[in-house]
């Protein structure tokens, strides 16, 4: 009989329970199988002792929260220490070539001068050759027409 009454109680608490998640789903039958699954489910991780409540749930994501800024603090660290070594390389980098080029321009200056006074000794060395030909040409000439020596 003990276990004939057992089972009416418990039938009685099944009916009970159905019409309660039947009741919270708002009579959709498939919202309410969802919610008795959550809260099976739930309850064997409770025996199971893998239970959190919120407040554990809410310390446990402050750590990884605290854990997830350190390393995104490290991430932008190591970034702008990066750039910063960056910075300075193409810094050295602008300097060089800025010393390049304005040796480059006093090269070229040295080799446009001195290719200017070559030029200007080879024109007179010309023009003094010129200028000692025309005058033998005109004695020359002038002695055959008898007016020189």
């Not at 276990?3 to 009579?27: C, D, E, K, M």
């Not at 800025?98 to 446009?112: H, P, R, W």
């Amino acid at each position: 009989m003990a276990s004939r009454r057992a089972l009416q109680i418990g039938g009685a608490t099944i009916a009970v329970g159905g019409v309660y998640y039947l009741y919270s789903a708002g009579g959709n039958p498939k919202v309410a199988e969802k919610k008795l699954e959550h809260d099976v489910s739930a309850a064997g991780a409770r025996l199971k002792g893998q239970d959190l409540s919120s407040t554990e749930a809410q310390k446990k994501g402050e750590v990884l929260a605290k854990e997830a800024g350190a390393t995104l603090d490290r991430t932008v660290d190591n970034v702008r220490a990066d750039i910063r070594q960056a910075d300075k390389v193409i810094t050295s980098k602008m300097h060089e070539a800025g010393s390049k080029v304005d040796q480059l321009k006093d090269e070229g200056t040295k080799a446009f001068n001195d290719t200017s006074k070559e030029l200007k000794q080879t024109a007179n060395s010309f023009d003094k050759k010129v200028n000692q030909k025309t005058s033998e040409a005109k004695s020359g000439i002038s002695s055959w027409l008898g007016f020189g020596k």
